[in-house]
């Protein structure tokens, strides 16, 4: 299974980055997929996940009405379109892969994960 991760790069305070994560090795739609973050010195949050029909999604609420969560499984991707970029969204975001049917905020329920993509957000 490889999880690839994709988009990051630096970005001026209010603007705008497309994270896109590509899987492959896996039956893509029936996994829940996330995506978490970790900045320097802190443990890996969850930011937002949908589910393989792409009718539940979630978010956490420093993200909510800013990022959105979107996958197409046939071509077995997953986006975070992040918009509104604040300096404390400066991150590694990692892309996960969980088979079960919930979305769950815990890390540890994610089997698969990407090689992660640096956002920095600058002030």
């Known amino acids: 299974v490889q999880l690839q991760a994709s988009g990051g790069g630096l970005v001026q305070a209010g603007g705008s980055l497309r994270l896109s994560c590509a899987a492959s090795?896996?039956?893509?739609?029936?996994?829940?997929m996330g995506w978490f973050r970790q900045a320097p010195g802190k443990n890996r949050e969850f930011v937002a996940g949908?589910?393989?029909?792409?009718?539940?999604?979630k978010y956490t609420n420093s993200v909510k009405g800013r990022f959105t969560i979107s996958r197409d499984n046939a071509k077995n991707t997953v986006v975070l379109q992040m918009n509104s970029l604040k300096p404390e969204d400066t991150a590694v975001y990692y892309c996960?892969?969980?088979?079960?049917?919930?979305?769950?905020?815990?890390?540890?329920?994610?089997?698969?994960w990407g090689q992660g993509t640096l956002v920095t957000v600058s002030s």
């Open positions: 090795g896996l039956t893509f739609s029936s996994y829940v």
């Open positions: 996960a892969a969980d088979p079960s049917s919930g979305i769950w905020y815990s890390p540890n329920e994610y089997d698969y």
């Open positions: 949908i589910r393989w029909s792409g009718d539940g999604i």
